[in-house]
């Protein structure tokens, strides 16, 4: 491992568990659970600003960091968990329109310095705080831009969890909102502030892999025969506000399978495992290889083998191609077999070895055997007498191309919220900045939007636009439900 381990030190020593420096800057470009009525009153509308003091109040080293947490289910209370392991943060308010999940989020509270935290229905009461430095957005999916914009244009500071975004066109302005408002944001892709990440990426940037060509990422696992079956509309469970929860998205009746952790195989409000578990994967594609955005996308796949309610297919293999390399996305749902006995991942495919990622570590397997420098073309050695062209040169058949490593895991989610809070005070740009989690967020979203018209897409970076295709591009936005417009940047 000293080649990797030499390399990875040198850039990140000052990165330790007390706060990871800031990451480079991106390549590239620059409602209410009160009821509809409360809603109505400017779920677009700006909040007040923060006054000067709160600004200010992060500079201080030694002062603790004031937070709000907007969305608070399985995931928000996770990060709570966590915010609340690092001395220098208070949470002062939490917001969920159900009453169940504020009630628990609430009573992780209770022994923290300072006392249990308010709780709110309203995410607006929430932005609209003076007292407050930043905001956790772990709302559903479609729900993450609007109150990440207004916290923006209130002054606050936001950890807002993957993906980004409903559609491209939500996730560029969100990028707007924290350019405009000088705002530090981390997005939730927290993998980037993982030791052993950090390492592998820097071998797959080092050239020890030799010619990278293609990268291949997977979720495999088998829900078969039911998935999430078809339960029947019902009421929606007390406490919960459901239009609300419903906010921008159409209004339908309540679902078991259309809440919970299950939103995310529903258009209305996610993508699907492609944006669930592929944007943490091909984000990874696009640091390890430094860019951006595909030149073209395709995906096929269909609802092949679970009878189920869900509208996100069941298996799904999208295509990315790059200059010099093309990148691979694969979910299925019916089978768990997988060549590297593991349920997820990705590799880097180079011409002198294979780098296998996960949470768990990453291993260097290198390509062995021979390789003719000059070869002798086979039809030659046919010829009576044999006449060769030229003499074969060999490297030894049993000689590796590179050297083998190994690394184990390593934290990621403290390490990422200790990056955020630390961004805070210096006013870097943290390890996940927005506009890199909109590029990892883009990229699943194109792969659903290629799935979903049934053609191949030429992407326009700079614009952000399919090339020449309308149908394609009105699936880049959505029509948004009166009275939960996005916010106007």
């Given amino acids: 491992m000293s080649i990797s381990r030499r390399s990875f030190v040198s850039t990140a020593a000052a990165g330790m568990a007390g706060g990871l420096v800031a990451g480079p800057r991106a390549d590239g470009s620059a409602g209410a659970a009160d009821g509809a009525a409360s809603a109505a009153d400017g779920a677009a509308g700006r909040p007040s600003p923060q006054t000067a ?13 004031r937070i709000g947490s907007i969305g608070v289910g399985g995931m928000g209370r996770s990060h709570l968990g966590n915010f609340q392991q690092h001395d220098d943060v208070q949470i002062v308010t939490v917001c969920d329109v159900w009453d169940v999940n504020r009630r628990r989020a609430q009573r992780m509270t209770e022994r923290q310095t300072g006392g249990a935290a308010t709780m709110e229905a309203d995410y607006r009461k929430v932005v609209e705080r003076t007292d407050l430095d930043a905001v956790i957005v772990a709302t559903v999916d479609h729900w993450h831009a609007i109150p990440m914009i207004l916290a923006c244009q209130s002054g606050k500071d936001v950890y807002v969890e993957k993906p980004i975004s409903h559609n491209v066109a939500e996730g560029r302005a969100m990028v707007a909102a924290a350019r405009k408002y000088d705002r530090v944001v981390q997005v939730g892709t927290q993998q980037r502030s993982g030791r052993h990440f950090q390492e592998a990426i820097s071998v797959v940037q080092s050239g020890v892999l030799g010619k990278i060509h293609r990268i291949h990422a997977w979720n495999v696992g088998n829900q078969t025969p039911a998935g999430l079956g078809r339960p029947a509309d019902v009421a929606a469970p007390a406490g919960l506000d459901w239009d609300t929860w419903l906010g921008p998205a159409p209004v339908v009746p309540f679902n078991p399978n259309r809440f919970i952790f299950q939103f995310r195989w529903f258009w209305d409000y996610a993508g699907g495992m492609m944006t669930d578990w592929g944007v943490h994967l091909l984000d990874l594609a696009l640091w390890g290889m430094k860019q951006t955005a595909p030149k073209t996308v395709y995906a096929v796949g269909g609802n092949f083998v679970l009878d189920d309610n869900r509208e996100t297919p069941d298996t799904i293999d999208a295509v990315y191609e790059f200059p010099g390399f093309i990148c691979t996305y ?38 062995t055997g021979g390789t003719a420098k000059a070869p002798t073309p086979s039809y030659l050695t046919e010829q009576e007498p044999v006449v060769p062209a030229w003499k074969r040169d ?53 792969g659903n939007v290629a799935y979903r018209t049934g053609h191949k897409l030429t992407w326009d970076a700079a614009t952000e636009q399919c090339v020449d295709d309308p149908k394609a591009n009105a699936l880049l936005t959505r029509e948004y439900r009166a009275p939960y417009a996005l916010p106007t940047i």
Avoid at 53 to 65: C, K
Avoid at 337 to 343: D, E, I, M, S, V
Avoid at 346 to 357: C, N, Q, S, V
């Fill in 53 to 65: 003091a709160s600004r200010a109040r992060v500079r201080g080293a030694n002062d603790r960091i």
């Fill in 330 to 367: 694969s979910n299925r749902t019916g089978n768990a077999y997988n060549g590297a006995g593991k349920g997820y991942g990705i590799e880097f495919y180079g011409t002198d070895a294979t780098l296998f990622l996960d949470r768990s570590g990453f291993e260097v397997v290198p390509e």
């Fill in 394 to 446: 060999w490297n030894g058949p049993s000689r590796a191309r590179a050297a083998g490593m190994r690394a184990g895991t390593s934290d990621q989610n403290l390490t990422h919220i200790r990056n955020f809070l630390d961004c805070m005070r210096t006013r870097q740009r943290p390890n996940s900045d927005i506009e890199l989690g909109h590029f990892s967020t883009a990229m699943c979203l194109l």
